[in-house]
């Protein structure tokens, strides 16, 4: 007996660029709305304009992913066949997300509006992060399924996904972004240094693991990739202190530039050392400039054995990173 065998049709570059274009209206909207919960605290609706947009986004996102042959009419064979690989997950998280518009506004309506860190953790905002995410990676899926050639025009879908993606991770982690707090300025942060050394950790990992996501899809990395992570981590969510140590977060992409040339190199020399490269590598370069940007500012008040901790122990963290996905050498039994 011979089975038929079902070969899930490809997406196009101009369709993946509609797509990661969607996502930026999403992700824009996802920070209007956060402007207001910080600027405008007398909030009681669901129905704002910055809701408008945000949810003007998800539907020009979702109209994007609709596979097309649901457009074109009555659609022939297997319900799988119909969706381009790569665009399973976004249909599910546009599914979910609208799911959770719904809960989101009874939420709403019974509790009233959340404001500070209960908005960020609120369950029917962490079910619209989790569907947006599925819903923004579309195009870096669609790419790795096709196997897209290294291009300018054909990365810069992966590059856009990744931008918004990455934002959106850093929105919901604004409480710890050493970014926006430059924490190494104030030795009575918060918390104390403890807490500030959280904040680069954890956005160490943020950055680091976007980076080796895409190496992980595509098998290389997309000119570029590092810079537009970075700016993504740290320049968008300036918008909930007015952009107040803009400093400390325009310094890093000098760090990033940099991190990219070097990880090219290594790329084009020896493929196989390239997640370690991105995780031993980025780090220091983009906690140096950082802290050059702090120094420049706001001046940094860390001894010495403080900010250049940092740096080492990032760097530490993200070459474990790295190492948990290079390639092994170990012949084969």
Same mark, same amino acid.
């Given at each position: ?6 070969? /899930?049709?490809?997406?196009?570059? @101009? /369709? ?12 824009? &909207? ?20 910055? %809701? ?21 009419? /009555?659609?022939? &064979? ?23 518009? +719904?809960?989101?506004?009874?939420? %709403? ?36 399924? /096709? @196997? ?5 025009? &054909? ?8 931008? $918004?993606?990455?934002?959106? !991770?850093?929105?919901?982690? #604004?409480?710890? $972004?050493?970014?926006?707090? !430059?924490?190494?300025?104030? #030795?009575?942060?918060? #918390? ?12 160490? +990992? ?22 537009? +992570?970075?700016?993504? *981590? ?6 909930? #202190? ?54 420049? $500012? ?9 900010? $250049? ?9 993200? *070459?474990?990173?790295? &190492? ?10």
């Amino acid at each position: 007996m011979v089975l038929a065998v079902s070969h /899930r049709p490809q997406s196009t570059t @101009r /369709r993946d660029l509609a797509a990661a274009l969607a996502t930026l209206w999403l992700t824009s &909207g996802l920070y209007l709305d956060g402007w207001a919960h910080s600027h405008v605290p007398e909030l009681e609706t669901f129905f704002t304009p910055w %809701h408008g947009v945000l949810y003007s986004g998800y539907a020009a996102l979702a109209i994007a992913i609709v596979p097309s042959v649901l457009w074109r009419g /009555r659609p022939a &064979g297997p319900v799988r066949d119909w969706v381009p690989a790569g665009y399973g997950l976004g249909l599910l998280g546009a599914v979910l997300f609208a799911v959770g518009g +719904v809960v989101d506004m009874t939420w %709403h309506t019974l509790f009233g509006v959340e404001v500070s860190l209960e908005a960020l953790l609120s369950p029917p905002h962490l079910l619209l992060l989790t569907a947006g995410t599925l819903m923004i990676t579309t195009p870096v899926r669609a790419a790795a399924a /096709r @196997r897209a050639a290294p291009s300018l025009a &054909g990365d810069l879908p992966v590059l856009l996904s990744l931008l $918004s993606a990455v934002g959106v !991770a850093a929105f919901f982690l #604004n409480y710890l $972004s050493p970014f926006t707090d !430059a924490p190494a300025a104030f #030795n009575g942060f918060r #918390n104390g240094q403890a807490f500030g050394l959280a904040q680069y950790l954890a956005f160490t +990992v943020l950055v680091v693991t976007a980076c080796l996501f895409a190496w992980t899809r595509l098998g290389r990395v997309p000119a570029g990739l590092v810079t537009v +992570v970075v700016a993504a *981590a740290s320049i968008p969510d300036g918008v909930f #202190n007015d952009f107040a140590h803009l400093a400390a977060q325009l310094w890093p992409l000098l760090g990033a530039v940099l991190a990219d040339l070097a990880v090219q190199w290594v790329a084009a020399q020896r493929p196989d050392l390239v997640p370690v490269t991105l995780g031993a590598l980025v780090p220091p370069l983009i906690w140096s400039t950082h802290l050059i940007g702090v120094q420049l $500012s706001l001046g940094v008040a860390w001894t010495e054995e403080l900010w $250049s901790g940092v740096v080492v122990l990032t760097a530490l963290a993200g *070459a474990a990173l790295g &190492g948990l996905l290079a390639p092994s050498t170990r012949p084969a039994a």
